[in-house]
């Protein structure tokens, strides 16, 4: 869960005062909670009475509300002194001294926040798979076939490291699943970082097939 402050929220009246009295603002500050459903809550609720005898201005306004540890002081004094201004100027009747009542409200956002998903590692394949791996592929030497001898056109070149078979004298192997060839060195490289072709995902077996009923494999020396 996240919560945030927005900006402060400020409701301003102002009406008469007698001449005997001075110039007189009653604030009262809330801090609020509202959910993502916009329900409001009130946490906290206080008031402050200022007598700004140096008139509403924003710099004096703010002065008194920093006196009184009011968080924002600076905000609040500049927008409560524009509300009192244009007050004023849009009421003829109205006048100094004035009685200026403010609300305040901080408002606190809660959003649900849930964290990323973390990938899950990859797991490479062990030392002991590879070799078994080259081990499977060397029996049979009657059937290595020579680079020339791949006719589809995705087995012409590894796509590793994107070279032609033809031109390297790099041992050639295959996945066991898939098929897929590649440079021995290029794949286990990859084998022992991610297992699974880099081609179509398929997944190298973990396990000890000792009882494997047929083995192929392309292998060049």
């Known amino acids: 869960m996240e919560t945030e402050f927005d900006t402060p929220k400020v409701y301003t009246l102002v009406a008469n005062l007698p001449k005997i009295f001075t110039n007189t603002v009653e604030i009262l500050l809330q801090e609020l909670i509202q959910d993502e459903t916009g329900v409001v ?61 403010v609300t305040v409200n901080f408002i606190r ?3 649900l926040v849930f964290p990323p ?20 592929q060397r029996i049979g030497d009657d059937r290595r076939i020579e680079p020339m001898g791949l006719k ?11 070279e032609d078979f033809s031109d390297s004298h790099e041992n050639i192997i295959w996945m066991p699943q898939c098929k897929h060839v590649f440079h021995q060195d290029c794949l286990f490289e990859w084998l022992s970082r991610q297992n699974s ?25």
Do not use: W, Y
């Open 152 to 162: 589809e056109t995705s087995d012409i070149q590894c796509s590793i490291c994107i």
């Open 117 to 136: 998903d973390e990938p899950t590692p990859s797991r490479g394949a062990s030392g002991e798979v590879l070799h078994r791996l080259a081990d499977e």
């Open 109 to 111: 956002e809660t959003r």
């Open 197 to 221: 072709c880099p081609l179509c995902r398929s997944t190298v077996p973990m396990e000890d097939q000792k009882n494997r009923e047929s083995k192929n494999g392309l292998f060049i020396n």
């Open 41 to 101: 809550q009130v946490l906290t609720s206080d008031n402050i009475n200022l007598n700004p005898s140096g008139g509403f201005t924003p710099h004096h306004l703010s002065r008194l509300l920093r006196d009184e540890q009011v968080p924002e002081s600076q905000f609040l004094g500049q927008k409560i002194a524009l509300d009192i201004s244009r007050e004023l100027a849009n009421d003829d009747s109205l006048r100094e001294p004035a009685f200026v009542f």
